[in-house]
């Protein structure tokens, strides 16, 4: 790792599963902490999402890799009655504590933030829960699907009109709660460096959720006028819509007062402006499905290509609809350093996603390969002052299991 990068010498324990625990350490990790992710000894079911449905299937755990890169792997059974030897000096050793584990299991495997900060009071122990640390519902278990997407009331509204709520793209509460959870660690860490004390720092899915959403819940608090879920056909504003070119493909529209005109003369509409029955706003908000036939009828007779330079013209904003597999082939993606190459996962894996932080002049970590199951158990156990009899010993016990390859 480089030694001038900004997290250099920061030491993080990943105690968390699934996805948005582990990509805020993946986050840390990009910019040089020495991660140790830490899971159990039959592995993490993340491990095997690209089998699982409706995850895209490959041979490649690219799940794993995603959330989990350029970390140690460590294998330790929370369980077993020596683990909290290990746990211990673990925590002793850490800057940075990640947990998700639900406040009941918590509590059973003496995880809870009151029982290790004795053992390292400047900790910044990190806890995602799916719905708070208080109320009825804290102890419930969450993915992002019900908390952030269900519950924060963003499923019921990214839908049109007349369709049932849809299932949301995987994971994307999770990273978007990822970088909250990032925040609210280096928040604490610049805490630190004023006051010397530690900190537990909390965010939920669904407290990310309802920030996602806080445009439309604010509005909610404050008892707006809402309008009816979005109807392309039938829209509030025709100026803020979803289209389709000639080649099929779907473009998002957005044209503000002050690019109303431009945009009618520039695709060729300029009959448009002076139309009485769009002359006035009265006028206009009546005729909305009029003037969406209109322009489905313009923007049919042309391929994307001829939009793309049109509204480019008029610097108007528009975004074309694009699936995943041609967004990996999108130029700006590798040009800004969000795909960036993964080192040693084989098979067809040899890219990743990087983390969505830039910070100029500073590079980020090459991002390597997650670790296999308790890849790493020994050097850190070593690292963390367990002699070679005591290795012996967790290693009998079970409560450190021997990595794959290791000899017995």
């Known amino acids: 790792m480089a030694n001038d990068n900004i997290f250099s010498g920061l030491k993080v324990v990943d105690l968390a599963s699934f996805i948005a625990g582990p990509s805020a350490a993946v986050i840390l990790s990009d910019f040089g902490a020495d991660v140790i992710k830490v899971e159990p000894p039959s592995g993490e079911l993340w491990r095997h999402?690209?089998?699982?449905?409706?995850?895209?299937?490959?041979?490649?755990?690219?799940?794993?890799?995603?959330?989990?890169?350029?970390?140690?792997?460590?294998?330790?059974?929370?369980?077993?009655?020596?683990?909290?030897?290990?746990?211990?000096?673990?925590?002793?050793?850490?800057?940075?504590?990640?947990?998700?584990?639900?406040?009941?299991?918590?509590?059973?495997?003496?995880?809870?933030?009151?029982?290790?900060?004795?053992?390292?009071?400047?900790?910044?122990?990190?806890?995602?829960?799916?719905f708070g640390d208080k109320g009825p519902d804290a102890n419930l278990p969450g993915f992002d699907i019900t908390s952030y997407w269900a519950r924060s009331g963003l499923l019921s509204m990214t839908r049109d009109a007349g369709a049932p709520p849809t299932w949301p793209v995987a994971g994307s509460g999770d990273n978007a709660t990822a970088v909250g959870l990032y925040s609210a660690i280096v928040t604490a860490l610049y805490r630190r460096e004023r006051t010397g004390e530690g900190a537990h720092v909390t965010t939920s899915l669904l407290a990310e959720g309802v920030w996602s959403a806080s445009v439309s819940i604010q509005a909610a608090l404050c008892d707006a006028k809402f309008f009816g879920l979005h109807d392309r056909m039938h829209p509030a504003n025709a100026a803020m819509n979803v289209y389709r070119a000639k080649d099929d493909t779907w473009f998002v529209l957005i044209i503000t007062p002050d690019k109303v005109e431009a945009v009618a003369k520039a695709i060729g509409r300029p009959d448009l402006l002076t139309d009485p029955r769009f002359s006035d706003p009265a006028k206009l908000t009546a005729n909305m499905t009029e003037l969406t036939a209109i322009l489905d009828e313009t923007f049919c007779a042309e391929p994307m290509a001829h939009w793309y330079e049109v509204f480019n013209g008029v610097h108007v904003t528009f975004g074309a609809v694009r699936g995943p597999q041609e967004v990996i082939n999108d130029p700006q993606l590798r040009a800004n350093d969000i795909i960036v190459p993964l080192e040693g996962a084989g098979g067809k894996l040899t890219s990743t996603i990087s983390s969505p932080l830039q910070v100029h002049g500073v590079a980020k970590v090459p991002a390597k390969r997650a670790p296999k199951i308790g890849e790493h158990n020994d050097e850190v156990l070593r690292q963390l002052g367990f002699s070679a009899a005591e290795i012996d010993g967790l290693h009998a016990s079970g409560t450190v299991p021997k990595a794959k390859g290791q000899a017995a």
């Open 49 to 130: 999402a690209n089998h699982l449905p409706p995850q895209p299937v490959a041979d490649d755990a690219y799940p794993w890799h995603l959330a989990n890169r350029n970390k140690r792997g460590m294998a330790l059974d929370l369980k077993s009655p020596e683990a909290h030897q290990v746990l211990e000096k673990l925590v002793k050793w850490a800057d940075v504590l990640i947990v998700n584990t639900p406040h009941p299991a918590r509590k059973k495997l003496k995880l809870e933030y009151e029982d290790v900060v004795g053992w390292n009071p400047r900790l910044i122990y990190a806890d995602i829960t799916g």
